[in-house]
């Protein structure tokens, strides 16, 4: 890419700095730049590595699944399950579907090395659905019936056991191997004399569950001046209340995210992964994603098939079950986002995951549209964009990356477009529709104070252990929901973002009176960053200057957050540095000063002086105390600072080692107390340093201390936030884990406070989202 950059002429590159869509320039740029490329070998070549399936590394490769397959045979002799595991599956990504290893298919025969695995690692379910799978692939496949009795053997499910052996048996050809199930299946007989056989369901593949809560409000758009279309409900709304949910328009998964996530529904990978039939990128939590991504489901041979027509009938129905539930249940769309993407080639793997998202949005659209009028696209979309306010560098990129994206696409889709500048500057509007509109897909993931972290939900504990379980948010994709894309930000939002799967949730926090907007947050919000961090990064992210209320209206946490103390002994006054104190400092022009502020607010505590003032004189300098208006020599303070937050980085690398030493806790100690001497009381690193002071308590045993310096960072951050914002749920997560394994009482309050924080924030899918609830709540 950067050749192709470094080759445009200066001229196209002024043009394309001036370019707008609203002046119609940008069709001529897109155009002018596409014809230059034409006459670039190097731009061909780029093209060429991206879009030839010869060139990709990503197709499938019948001799790189062998040597795979070879490895993991060898640590399957060496008993060593877990590198067996991952051979197998990388095997399984690379397996072309059509190709046979001795006389079975290679992709059978893979998943039934790899059930042996699973079942000898007592993942039983795992088992039972690589099973499937083979089946479904081979059905008259004898080892793969077997395994199948075995795995439903060791799952008491002696019924299904039965019918499985004896479909082996009729189905296997040697002698010897008739015997040796023969013999299995009288075993099973034996043990089940006397006993009622229990029926059990048959294993399904893992299904997108979600909660049946429907949204119930009614909402609609509204234009505003300072920040374009919104949405607001026709009547009050109280907190909690669902009031959107949605599928994606389009999705992708995050590049970090590849091997731990299921490219579909992002939900995490687990050890019977499905990788993509005909490419080596994408993997699968189930065949129902699989499927929904790529629009492919495995074939039975015909063949193959008419084999069970000849088992008796109880057993020929039994079989066929097995093998078909998936393709009954199975609805496929024919519009999948993977499609176009899945032929082996390079770019879906190398192109940033933006621009391999603008090509699943135009895909979508042109799988769609009859006549590939690509011209209509970008209206048809109905999104903002910011093409207009976004830097050189950005119009740049995109002009280039629409061209390469539209060679790529024109690989899968042949003459239905022609590429020139109004199809090039549609896909430019798009990526930069993509960079306003697009939502980032995260998970709540629990750490525990060992490091281990809860994959499945599931959680195993040992009586006497209460780890302490730190809450952490996992971004896992990018995705675009087209009414989502409806709701504005805002730094203080009255609306909560999640998502189930691939779907987005919106849910109030607050009360939201009729005709007021719902405003999620971005990102950024008061109590995370200052105002000037929040609104530089809503700058460089979305390119836009932020309105909301949290921005031009002073706040306590936003004078606070960074604020140095006063050096008065009693003052509770705040001193700023210059940078931030800029910022506010056009707040408090604006801020109707008497009306608003209580005089026992904790914001009239903090910058009392700067109240007394009249708006029109304020003069407040950094370094003055705005309460009192004491001078304090901030360089000096900074210094300390500085020198302490070192000491205070060392104890957080040696929490992450796990090495925790007497010496680092008493230095992170001396450095809280210099910290807490020059900083504000409710400064945000004072906070970070009491939470990392109390995770190395928690870790060297020492409960009650863990538990003091945890609730002395919680009560800054409520400061900082509102005491009821979910970031205070999930520190008193950490809180009441500690006060759990100490016997603590209190950790019954904690808990219910943190339920009822959850449902407003989470509603009936508070369980689903954070799974450890529902054991914190049995601890209660
Ligand atoms: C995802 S869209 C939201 C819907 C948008 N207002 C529309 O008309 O389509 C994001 C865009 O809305 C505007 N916007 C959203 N929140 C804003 C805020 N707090 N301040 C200013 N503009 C905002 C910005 O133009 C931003 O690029």
């Not at 015997?179 to 299904?207: A, C, F, H, M």
Request: proline share 3%; hydrophobic share 35%; with cysteine.
């Amino acid at each position: 890419m950067e050749t192709l950059k470094a080759a445009i002429p200066n001229e196209l590159k002024q043009s394309i700095r001036d370019s707008s869509n609203v002046e119609d320039t940008l069709r001529d740029t897109c155009s002018s730049l596409h014809q230059f490329f034409l006459h670039f070998q190097p731009f061909h070549q780029v093209v060429t590595e991206l879009a030839d399936p010869s060139y990709a590394l990503c197709g499938k490769s019948k001799e790189a699944s062998l040597e795979y397959k070879q490895l993991g045979n060898q640590c399957f002799f060496d008993a060593d399950y877990v590198k067996a595991l991952d051979y197998y599956t990388q095997a399984l990504r690379r397996a072309p579907f059509e190709v046979g290893d001795m006389k079975t298919n290679l992709v059978a025969t893979l998943y039934i090395n790899r059930a042996i695995v699973l079942h000898k690692m007592n993942l039983l379910v795992e088992c039972l659905r690589d099973c499937n799978r083979a089946l479904q692939i081979c059905p008259s496949y004898a080892k793969a019936w077997y395994r199948r009795g075995k795995a439903n053997v060791s799952l008491g499910n002696n019924r299904d056991a039965i019918c499985d052996l004896n479909i082996a048996k009729s189905v296997e050809s040697s002698t010897g191997g008739k015997r040796q199930v023969e013999s299995e299946l009288k075993i099973i007989l034996d043990q089940s004399k006397g006993t009622n056989i229990v029926v059990q369901p048959q294993y399904k593949e893992n299904s997108l569950s979600t909660v049946g809560e429907m949204p119930q409000i009614k909402l609609r758009s509204v234009s505003t001046p300072d920040k374009g279309r919104g949405m607001v409900p026709s009547h009050d709304v109280s907190p909690g209340s669902l009031v959107h949910a949605e599928e994606p328009y389009a999705t992708i998964i995050l590049k970090q995210c590849r091997e731990t996530h299921c490219h579909y529904c992002f939900n995490d990978l687990p050890a019977d992964r499905v990788p993509c039939i005909s490419c080596s990128i994408p993997l699968y939590c189930s065949q129902q994603c699989q499927i929904k991504a790529g629009g492919e489901m495995f074939r039975i041979s015909t063949e193959d098939s008419n084999i069970l027509k000849n088992l008796p009938g109880d057993i020929g129905k039994y079989a066929a079950e097995v093998i078909q539930y998936n393709d009954c249940e199975q609805k496929i769309d024919d519009v999948t986002e993977h499609k176009h993407e899945c032929q082996g080639v390079h770019w879906p793997a190398v192109l940033p995951s933006e621009i391999v998202l603008a090509g699943r949005v135009v895909a979508k659209f042109l799988s769609k549209s009859s006549s590939g009028d690509i011209a209509s696209f970008v209206e048809n979309l109905e999104l903002s964009h910011c093409y207009e306010h976004m830097p050189f560098e950005s119009k740049l990129d995109s002009h280039i990356y629409a061209i390469v994206l539209l060679y790529c696409l024109k690989h899968s889709y042949g003459t239905m477009f022609s590429i020139d500048g109004i199809s090039i500057s549609q896909v430019v509007i798009v990526i930069s529709q993509i960079k306003v509109n697009c939502m980032t897909v995260v998970r709540l993931k629990s750490i525990d104070a060992h490091g281990l972290s809860d994959q499945s939900g599931g959680f195993t504990f040992h009586s006497s252990v209460h780890l302490t379980s730190n809450v952490e948010q996992v971004r896992v994709g990018k995705a675009i929901y087209k009414a989502g894309s409806l709701f504005n930000h805002s730094c203080q939002p009255n609306v909560h973002a999640y998502f189930l799967s691939r779907t987005l949730y919106l849910r109030t926090t607050k009360v939201v009176a009729a005709g007021c907007q719902l405003e999620l947050s971005y990102g950024p919000q008061v109590g995370l960053w200052d105002c000037k961090d929040r609104q530089n990064f809503l700058k460089d992210e979305y390119a836009f200057h932020c309105q909301c209320a949290g921005c031009s209206e002073v706040n306590l946490s936003d004078i606070v957050i960074n604020a140095f103390r006063c050096v008065k002994p009693n003052c509770s006054g705040a001193v700023l540095e210059s940078r931030v104190l800029e910022c506010e400092k056009q707040k408090i022009k604006h801020f109707p000063i008497p009306n608003k502020v209580i005089k026992n607010d904790d914001i009239y505590e903090v910058c009392l002086h700067t109240f007394n003032q009249n708006d029109a004189s304020i003069n407040i300098q950094p370094g003055y105390c705005l309460k009192c208006g004491s001078y304090s020599d901030l360089e000096s303070s900074r210094t300390t600072v500085d020198k302490a937050l070192i000491c205070i980085k060392r104890l957080q690398d040696a929490i992450q080692s796990k090495d925790i030493s007497n010496t680092s806790i008493s230095d992170a100690l001396r450095s809280l107390h210099l910290l807490r001497s020059n900083l504000h009381a409710y400064n945000k690193v004072i906070a970070e340093a009491e939470d990392n002071i109390a995770q190395a308590f928690c870790l060297v045993g020492e409960l009650q201390l863990s538990v003091d310096h945890c609730k002395a960072s919680i009560q800054i951050l409520e400061k900082l936030y509102d005491p009821d914002d979910i970031v205070i749920a999930y520190e008193l997560v950490k809180l009441s884990s500690v006060q759990l394994s100490l016997g603590d009482d209190s950790a019954v309050d904690s808990i219910s406070r943190i339920g009822a924080i959850f449902s407003r924030y989470y509603g009936l899918h508070a369980d689903l989202v954070f799974p450890y609830l529902q054991y914190l709540r049995r601890e209660i």
